[in-house]
């Protein structure tokens, strides 16, 4: 701890001037991700904002200069000063809204050449100057929200069949569909690149579709398994920014019941009443409330004693067998 006017002269010491301006990060109004191209320009769809904090109430800020850069070059500028007209150079030239109060930069018309890295400055009436870290910002084009999907289980053969088609997007957009379980942190079974489909529009967007692409349902299925299919646009920094997501739960991989009986050599089980499962587990038949199984002596072995044969009920609260009764069924 130190006395206030210690503290002062430390932090002057260490340069309280650099305190005295906080600027960015650059971000899209609204909370928005991106710019969507659809919805056209707006206020409230393609403004960028230069937050800013100034600690001392003495100072006002002069001028506001965003710069934007794609591929590394600066292809267009924007200067705002409270008492003159705002400037637009480059690429921003025509495309920017001059009259604003605030210095932040709103996009008056959308094309594709306008997404890329936008930077902006302060400087306040003392000189004082600080520049914000840049920021990608994307302008998407979903071109229409139409989603083909259809998803068919055959209980038969424990398979899943799916096909999807993901509307064409600019710019392209990263895919993946699959079986997806958040036990396993994710998709564990996926459609591969060679079964996805691309197909390629004049105005650089791509569509992405499969066609019956088969998914096994097993034992080793995990019981919170669900197939998804989800696109997103992946920024440079690895963001990822969601477009689309699709989820579908069906009962050939949620039915759960109760698992094979394990027995010694010298005894069989027949199940009846009962339905096997892509999992392996028995449920009750179409006709019937409960599966069970009878537990006999195998072919070759005799029961020795009065207990021929025991019945056990399948308990579908429980998911384990119980037996009718409590005999001991010995075989030799």
């Not at 997501?245 to 009846?272: E, F, H, M």
Request: proline residues 5%; hydrophobic residues 30%.
């Amino acid at each position: 701890m130190c006395l206030p006017w210690a503290c002062l002269f430390v932090l002057t010491a260490l340069g309280w001037e650099s305190y005295a301006l906080v600027v960015g990060p650059v971000q899209l109004g609204n909370n928005r991700t991106y710019i969507t191209y659809g919805l056209g320009p707006s206020p409230q769809n393609s403004t960028l904002e230069c937050p800013y904090q100034l600690q001392s109430t003495d100072e006002v800020v002069q001028k506001i200069e965003w710069t934007f850069q794609d591929d590394s070059q600066t292809v267009g500028t924007f200067e705002w000063e409270p008492e003159d007209e705002a400037k637009a150079t480059g690429r921003l030239d025509g495309a920017v809204k001059l009259n604003r109060t605030d210095g932040w930069l709103e996009l008056t018309e959308l094309r594709y050449d306008l997404a890329g890295y936008y930077s902006c400055a302060l400087t306040l009436s003392n000189g004082r100057h600080m520049e914000a870290q840049k920021f990608e910002m994307l302008i998407i084009d979903t071109t229409s929200n139409h989603v083909y999907s259809k998803i068919y289980s055959n209980e038969q053969t424990c398979e899943l069949e799916a096909s999807h088609s993901v509307y064409a997007v600019y710019p392209e957009p990263t895919v993946f569909a699959g079986m997806f379980s958040p036990s396993r942190g994710g998709f564990y079974d996926q459609v591969t690149g060679f079964q996805w489909h691309k197909q390629f529009y004049g105005n650089g967007s791509v569509a992405y579709s499969f066609e019956d692409v088969h998914f096994k349902i097993d034992t080793n299925t995990p019981t919170d398994a669900q197939f998804r299919v989800q696109a997103s646009v992946l920024k440079e920094d690895g963001t990822n920014l969601p477009l689309h997501s699709t989820t579908s739960n069906l009962l050939i991989w949620k039915s759960r019941g109760c698992p094979a009986q394990t027995r010694k050599q010298d005894q069989q089980v027949n199940y009846y009443y009962a339905t096997l499962t892509c999992r392996g587990d028995y449920i009750p038949d179409y006709f019937s409330d409960e599966a069970k199984a009878l537990v006999t002596c195998a072919e070759g072995y005799h029961a020795e004693g009065e207990v021929e044969s025991i019945e056990f009920v399948c308990s579908m609260e429980t998911l384990n067998w119980s037996p009718e009764s409590n005999p001991t069924l010995i075989c030799g």
